[in-house]
């Protein structure tokens, strides 16, 4: 697996789009399966990702406008 943090925003939300595109269809087929929890784990972990980078960025005094 990659290493989240080595990657850009805009990789890491078109990540999220296709591991919950794959996460919903495999709900509506019934699939529940290994595939179906690492599809879970994976939509956690990149949102955890985000929201930490989120943070950090609203928290960066160099970032702010004054």
Request: glycine share 4%; with cysteine.
């Given at each position: 697996m990659e290493n989240l943090n080595?990657?850009?925003?805009?990789?890491?939300?078109?990540?999220?789009?296709?591991?919950?595109?794959?996460?919903?269809?495999?709900?509506?087929?019934?699939n529940t399966g290994t595939e179906?929890?690492?599809?879970?784990?994976?939509i956690q972990n990149l949102n955890?990702?985000?929201?930490?980078?989120?943070?950090?960025?609203?928290?960066?005094?160099?970032?702010?406008?004054?």
């Amino acid at each position: 697996m990659e290493n989240l943090n080595n990657l850009d925003l805009l990789t890491l939300a078109d990540m999220l789009a296709r591991y919950t595109r794959d996460y919903i269809n495999m709900q509506q087929k019934g699939n529940t399966g290994t595939e179906y929890t690492r599809c879970r784990t994976m939509i956690q972990n990149l949102n955890a990702e985000i929201a930490y980078r989120k943070l950090k960025f609203s928290n960066d005094p160099k970032k702010k406008n004054n």
